[in-house]
């Protein structure tokens, strides 16, 4: 599905947006498709959407690309996209002890 995204953004046909969303749905572990996905958002106008999407690209060359074609800057995102996350007891413990700190500080 990369592959169709990629063959209708180069004829500049409609359609490449949808190829790669159905791409990552397939394989949402596929870094270069993610990168094409998150690129495709942004140049469709849709700033928010990439930046979440561009949460799950790991560091290094291909958020180099991800850049470049995009913001043109290093943009930080953290925390926008949830993946299905799911809160551990360690989790809730640790903001527990966070907030139990804050509070006698602040007393």
């Given amino acids: 599905m990369v592959l169709r ?9 409609d359609g490449a947006l949808e190829a790669f969303k159905n791409a990552m749905r397939q394989d949402p572990y596929f ?11 942004y140049r469709a106008g849709r700033e928010m ?9 790991p560091r290094g060359e291909l958020l180099d690309q ?9 943009v930080y995102v953290g925390g926008m996209n949830d993946s299905g996350r799911k809160f551990t007891a360690l989790d809730v413990m640790i903001v527990q002890q966070v907030m139990q700190a804050s509070q006698k500080k602040n007393n």
């Fill in 5 to 13: 995204g990629a063959v209708l953004k180069a004829g500049r046909r």
């Fill in 31 to 41: 870094h270069p498709g993610r990168v094409a996905l998150c690129v495709e958002l």
């Fill in 49 to 57: 959407e990439s930046l979440m999407c561009s949460e799950d690209i």
């Fill in 66 to 74: 991800y850049v470049a074609q995009t913001f043109q800057h290093t």
